[in-house]
């Protein structure tokens, strides 16, 4: 049956950014980009779905989340249409890299005084505001996340989908981590500059080096 839908919404998943999304996702979850330049998720599990709406819910009044616009079962969307994937911001746009990853790893950091961890933190799920500055970012996929947070209807859903929270020393750099690693592995390889520039911002934030 699982096999049936994804086959079936095959041709969406041939778009760049939901094929980038699909693959970095390991719940099981699909995307699709509409007509209106807005990225949609489906959720095969009814108690991950719930768990994202929740982790939105809580998140949304700190407005470091893509905006969810339209909620439906086990379905939702992104308004995505003025914004600008961190991947293709740094393919496209050639930013100011110094800049850029300063205050990219300021707004990862500052996670901490929410009393949230995404998880599952990479290039694609990051999103910018197109042509404004100073940079302004944004998240999406909170299905991986953990709120430290005294809520039984949460801490009920994460019991079920996320039993092994991470200690507190894990916390201070599990999104910046996640991070690093996948900036490491896509972005540098024929980018020297990148490289140095994110060995530096990351030696200023975590206080080791990061191509150890």
Request: hydrophobic content about 35%; overall charge neutral; proline content about 3%.
């Amino acid at each position: 049956m699982y096999n049936d839908i994804f086959k079936s919404h095959s041709s969406h998943l041939k778009h760049p950014e939901c094929m980038h999304l699909s693959e970095n996702n390991n719940s099981r979850v699909f995307y699709e980009k509409n007509d209106n330049d807005c990225i949609e998720k489906y959720f095969l599990d009814d108690h991950i779905f719930k768990f994202e709406c929740y982790a939105y819910n809580y998140l949304k009044t700190f407005d470091i989340c893509v905006k969810i616009i339209h909620v439906q079962k086990n379905m939702i969307i992104y308004d995505t249409k003025n914004l600008i994937s961190l991947f293709n911001c740094i393919q496209t746009c050639k930013p100011n890299l110094t800049l850029l990853l300063n205050e990219l790893f300021s707004f990862v950091k500052s996670f901490e005084k929410y009393n949230f961890i995404h998880g599952n933190l990479h290039v694609h799920n990051i999103f910018l505001e197109k042509e404004t500055f100073p940079y302004r970012f944004y998240i999406m996929d909170l299905d991986n996340a953990y709120i430290k947070r005294k809520d039984v209807e949460i801490l009920n859903l994460l019991d079920m989908y996320n039993p092994t929270q991470p200690t507190h020393h894990e916390s201070n750099n599990i999104d910046i981590n996640f991070l690093i690693s996948f900036l490491k592995k896509s972005l540098t390889k024929n980018n020297c500059n990148l490289k140095e520039l994110l060995e530096n911002c990351f030696k200023n934030i975590a206080g080791r080096p990061v191509f150890d």
